[in-house]
């Protein structure tokens, strides 16, 4: 199954599209948008993303890629509990989003920061985890810290996966995964689009998040 999933479903450009890296980013991609409708699906669709892009950065030796969607399949499990709560207390079946208050920025920032430290250092120490081991770590931490604000209905969360995307493209490119880098061009229109989205709602939710009593 394995060797089919990174088989070449097409070639352009002179590069070559395995199927794991396409099927993959388009659940990721779709996983985005549901993301931005504030739909509860949009986390079984990320697990379905994250467990055959597994495959795809396992193909490319990027082992911070690899860890990054057993961090992702982990995660979304935990928003999936999460929003099926808040969902519940909302009352329409969507999430009440918010902008978060200064002392969670400031977690998720220094979380940011000293994780890319550790998982930038854990790579360079060990060489055969990935080959090009900062802008690897950046985006293994970035999109945890991305996943969990998204978890927490956080409008922050569209911002650092705009700050995700903009070392993703390049490093996907470089790494053989075209169809990768692509999606992340398409990302970045979602995730403006979406930001804009949560933004708004975010002044007419109640002052209590939905998702306060379902943190633990």
Excluded: C
């Excluded at 854990?122 to 999109?143: E, Q």
């Excluded at 705009?162 to 996907?172: I, N, Q, T």
């Amino acid at each position: 199954m394995l060797d089919q999933l990174n088989s070449t479903a097409f070639t352009a450009f002179g590069q070559h599209v395995i199927w794991s890296d396409m099927v993959g980013n388009l659940a990721g991609l779709a996983a985005l948008a549901l993301g931005w409708r504030r739909s509860v699906a949009t986390w079984p669709v990320q697990l379905l993303s994250g467990l055959i892009l597994v495959a795809a950065y396992a193909s490319a030796q990027l082992g911070g890629g690899v860890g990054k969607q057993l961090l992702v399949i982990t995660v979304a499990l935990w928003g999936w509990r999460q929003w099926r709560v808040g969902s519940r207390a909302s009352g329409d079946g969507q999430i009440t989003v918010r902008f978060a208050t200064w002392t969670e920025r400031g977690v998720l920032a220094a979380g940011a920061a000293l994780g890319t430290l550790a998982v930038g250092g854990l790579f360079t120490a060990f060489p055969d985890l990935s080959w090009n081991p900062w802008p690897d770590a950046y985006i293994f931490v970035g999109t945890l810290v991305a996943m969990v604000a998204q978890a927490r209905g956080l409008v922050e969360f569209w911002i650092a996966w705009l700050l995700v995307d903009l070392v993703g493209v390049p490093l996907a490119f470089d790494s053989g995964l075209p169809f990768s880098g692509l999606v992340y061009l398409v990302y970045l229109g979602l995730v403006l689009w979406g930001m804009r989205d949560w933004w708004l709602r975010s002044r007419s939710a109640p002052s209590r998040p939905a998702l306060e009593g379902a943190a633990a």
